[in-house]
T-cell receptor, first 111, second 110 residues
């Protein structure tokens, strides 16, 4: 089944404790992206990757890192999480500039 | 001004009604346009792409007006199952960036 998976789905952590949210797709898509969704602010793009070893900043990259060492994986790293990074995070992938397939989301709470 | 703007609604309509949403964008170089549907904080799912000539998929019709820089979504004969948030997405050519509108919430009532 073609899908995008994210782990964990839910995470509660404390300020400053490094964490990684994994994202994996099995569709051989070149393009992958991370978004955060907050009430009243919609979906905002954090980082995106056009292919392996190619990453670029989206609209809200501060406080986040990504890597794209393999085509299928695009982890999101929070080196020192802060409460303002409490949000719902979505990973997405697509073949080129077309339809994006989204993962189920990761609900992160930073206390 | 936001790059992509949508009327947040909510739109509350009876079953069978026709409802239309608009989405305006500020970047005239934008080339790809989409409508996504999102149910109650679940992942967004593509509803339809928007083509220059307009396109239709069953009860749904999407239009693009480049001169006025907006896209629209028309839903005919609304069903209860159409209740969701509808997100418009705008992408520049050959770029990885995607800009989402904040979404328009539709509730279809019996």
């Amino acid at each position: 089944e073609a899908q995008v998976t994210q782990n964990p789905r839910y995470l509660i952590t404390v300020t400053g404790k490094k964490l990684t949210v994994t994202c994996s797709q099995n569709m051989n898509h070149e393009y992958m992206s991370w978004y955060r969704q907050d009430p009243g602010l919609g979906l905002r793009q954090i980082y995106y990757s056009m292919n392996v070893e190619v990453t670029d900043k989206g609209d809200v990259p501060e406080g986040y890192k990504v890597s794209r060492k393999e085509k299928r994986n695009f982890p999101l790293i929070l080196e020192s999480p802060s409460p303002n990074q409490t949000s719902l995070y979505f990973c997405a992938s697509s073949l080129g500039q077309g339809k994006q397939y989204f993962g189920p989301g990761t609900r992160l709470t930073v206390t | 001004r936001k790059e992509v703007e949508q009327d947040p609604g909510p739109f509350n309509v009876p079953e069978g009604a026709t409802v239309a949403f608009n989405c305006t964008y500020s970047n005239s170089a934008s080339q790809s346009f989409f409508w996504y549907r999102q149910d109650c904080r679940k992942e967004p799912k593509l509803l339809m792409s928007v083509y220059s000539s307009g396109n239709e998929d069953g009860r749904f019709t999407a239009q693009l007006n480049r001169a006025s820089q907006y896209i629209s979504l028309l839903i005919r004969d609304s069903k209860l199952s159409d209740s969701a948030t509808y997100l418009c997405v705008v992408k520049p050519t050959n770029a990885g960036k995607s800009t989402f509108g904040d979404g328009t919430t539709l509730t279809v009532k019996p």
